[in-house]
Every structure is written in C-alpha cells, then in structure tokens.
C-alpha cells in the first residue's frame, strides 16, 4: 500500500475534524443550527419572555384587585345602610363601587318583593363580569404550557433528520459528525420544556388567585345584598 493510500484516511480525518463544530455552549449551537431549528428556538425564548412579562404584569394586577375586594368587603360591612355605603365609595372605580351602585339604582328603579331577587341577578352578574377581566391574559399561558414541548420536539425532529442527511451525504458512521447536529435538535425540546413548565405552574397559581377573588367578590354582593335587605326591613327602600 502506498503511503498517498495510507495518509488519505488521516487527511480526511483532519478535514472533518477541522468543519466540526466547536463551540456546544448553547448560543454556539444556536448559531450553528439549522435555520427552521434557530426559529423554533427563537420562537420558543419569545414565549418565555411573555409566560414571565404576564406573570410580573397579572401578579400585581391581581394583589391590587384582592386588596381593594377586602378593603370594599370591609366597608360594606360596616356600613349602617346602602345609601351609606353608597356615600362611602364616591370617586372610587372597583368592582364593590359599581356593584354598590348597581344595586342603588336597582332599588331607585323599582322596589317590592322581587327587589332582593333583582339585585342579586344584578350583582351576581357583576361577579362574573370581574372575574372575567382578571382572568384576561392568563390563556395565553396554557397555551404556551400545553404547545410549547410539542413545537420544541418538532424543532428536535428537524434537527435529527438533518444530521441524518449528514450521515448520507458524508458517508460515514463517525458519531463525531452528527453529535453537534442531534446536541442542537436536543437544545429545541429543551427549551421547549423551559417555555411550558413555568406557564403551567403561573397559570395553575393565577387560578387560584381569581378563584379567591371571585369568592371574595361574592362576599361583597352578599354583605350588599343585605345591607338592601335590612333597608327594607326598616322601612328604607
């Protein structure tokens, strides 16, 4: 065997060695992935940044909204009529105000024995109403918790079968000239579990959080609807 025959694999060997990926650090391999693997990636850090952008935004929405629900469920309360607590609530715009003053305009409108019955239709569409707002925003979440793997594992997929292609195409075996190829498809579901673990627990925690709101608000129209109750027992309504 000649020595060209000899030194020909050796030489091969060095070109491959030298068109290898070097960089494995994850923007390495961002930047050395395939074009459809960089916009899973890319789309996946987008829904990352909104899961924590919702989460700074609803969580001091929701404790300001709490807040206000007990200092009006506190009022009402305490209050000796519904024109009184009526009074008390001037210049505010929080759920207990407009339900305060729904039920006012209901009793204005009209009173008898239906009265009760109306005004508690009328707050208890107000309860949904409310719960409704603090909800928006937080569907986004379960639907970055529940796509988010599966749009990774797609990227990953892509990525496989790209280095596949680069087993074809370089006619060998050598798992030196896919590793970098199956490591970025791999950095795809990675990220995608990064995306859809956090927007499942947030969304989970906003649940919770509107649920007690919306309890809350319901304490309120029901110390209301007896505040207009003992109205009209005394003669008021």
Request: aromatic share 6%; glycine share 10%.
């Amino acid at each position: 065997m000649s020595l060209a025959a000899l030194a020909a694999p050796a030489q091969a060997q060095g070109v491959l060695t030298a068109t290898l990926p070097r960089d494995l650090s994850p923007v390495g391999m961002f930047l050395q992935a395939d074009i459809v693997v960089q916009g899973v990636m890319l789309l996946l850090l987008a829904a990352s940044v909104v899961t924590w952008t919702v989460l700074i935004v609803k969580a001091f929405e929701l404790a300001g909204a709490n807040a206000r629900a007990a200092a009006g469920l506190r009022l009402v309360r305490a209050a000796g009529s519904l024109d009184q607590a009526v009074a008390q609530v001037q210049g505010w715009t929080d759920s207990t105000s407009h339900m305060l003053r729904l039920a006012a305009y209901e009793r204005a409108r009209a009173g008898g024995p239906g009265l009760p019955g109306r005004i508690q239709s009328q707050l208890q569409g107000a309860v949904g109403r409310a719960g409704r707002r603090a909800a928006m925003g937080t569907g986004i979440l379960a639907t970055i918790g529940s796509t988010a793997p599966f749009v990774g594992l797609f990227g990953t997929v892509w990525g496989i079968m790209n280095s596949f292609i680069g087993i074809s195409e370089a006619q060998t075996t050598n798992l030196a000239v896919v590793a970098p190829g199956i490591a970025e498809a791999l950095l795809a579901t990675a990220l995608g579990l990064i995306a859809a673990i956090p927007a499942v627990v947030i969304y989970n925690f906003f649940a919770r959080l509107i649920t007690g709101y919306r309890a809350r608000l319901g304490d309120v129209a029901a110390a209301i609807q007896r505040l207009a109750s003992r109205d009209a027992d005394l003669g008021q309504a």
